[in-house]
């Protein structure tokens, strides 16, 4: 149980397109989900704090317009890469939690990752 | 405020020989831990979390550890490494605020030797 599907997992793209990363919650439905982004041999860094059918929450330094995310539903997250640039290669994981998300101590549950190269 | 040291970047063992992961936290709070396996180009994979039940907490693929509050430590152990244990390993802990956002160990990789 408590499965997460990130898609795509590996996209190649020219500078200046927009890229779209989408998360999903297979078996359960997630209030709350979030958005890291991993540079090589580094640990996650949260960017975002997606719940559904409001706005994101942005972790500081992280621009809004550049990385837009919609929580529409309850088991789809998405997360946008307007007009991205070889800086914005990187590999990029959601996560979700299950139930309300308002639980001490609940596990988040995470995507396989996307890995985004920006030529 | 929390946060989470790993105080090995990088492990090495023998296939069949024990392993220790090493994690020191800190937190105001009664903390919630967890260790997630990270395998190259994968998400996270939970091992196990503690959650101030038990001290010794047993998690999936032979993996437990012992929460020590007296030591802030909570490493992570398994008896007999296998190769397919090789990959990165991240020490967690949770924001007690709203949310549950995570705070995350800069990683531990072990590698795993024939």
């Known amino acids: 149980g408590a499965v997460v599907s990130q898609h795509p997992s590996w996209v190649i793209c020219k500078s200046g397109t927009s890229v779209k990363i989408e998360c999903r919650s297979l078996d359960f439905q997630a209030t709350t989900m979030f958005w890291y982004r991993q540079f090589p041999k580094q640990s996650l860094m949260l960017m975002a ?6 706005k994101a929450t942005y972790e500081q330094g992280v621009e809004k317009d550049k990385f837009l995310i919609n929580h ?8 946008t890469v307007t007009s991205a640039h070889p800086e914005d290669s990187s590999f990029y994981i959601c996560s979700a939690l299950t139930g309300t998300g308002g639980g001490v101590g609940q596990p988040q549950h995470f995507g396989d990752g996307t890995r985004l190269s920006i030529l | 405020a929390q946060s989470v040291t790993q105080l ?3 492990v090495s063992v023998s296939e069949g020989t024990p392993v220790l992961l090493r994690c020191n936290y800190s937190s105001s709070y009664s903390p919630s831990l967890f260790w997630y396996v990270q ?4 998400g996270l994979q939970l091992l196990l979390k503690y959650t101030s039940a038990a001290t010794l907490v047993k ?4 993996f437990e550890a012992e929460f020590k509050k007296s030591e802030t430590s909570f490493h992570l152990t398994k008896p007999s490494a296998h190769m397919s244990d090789a990959a990165e ?8 605020g709203g949310y549950n956002k995570l705070i995350f160990g800069a ?3 072990l590698a795993v030797h024939p």
């Open chain 2, 59 to 62: 998690g999936i693929n032979g």
């Open chain 1, 72 to 79: 529409a539903s309850l088991t789809l997250s998405t997360l």
């Open chain 2, 8 to 10: 090995d970047s990088h």
């Open chain 2, 89 to 96: 390993y991240f020490c967690v802990v949770s924001d007690q």
């Open chain 2, 39 to 42: 395998h190259p180009n994968k």
């Open chain 2, 107 to 109: 990683g531990t990789r």
């Open chain 1, 49 to 54: 704090t997606s719940n559904e059918g409001s």
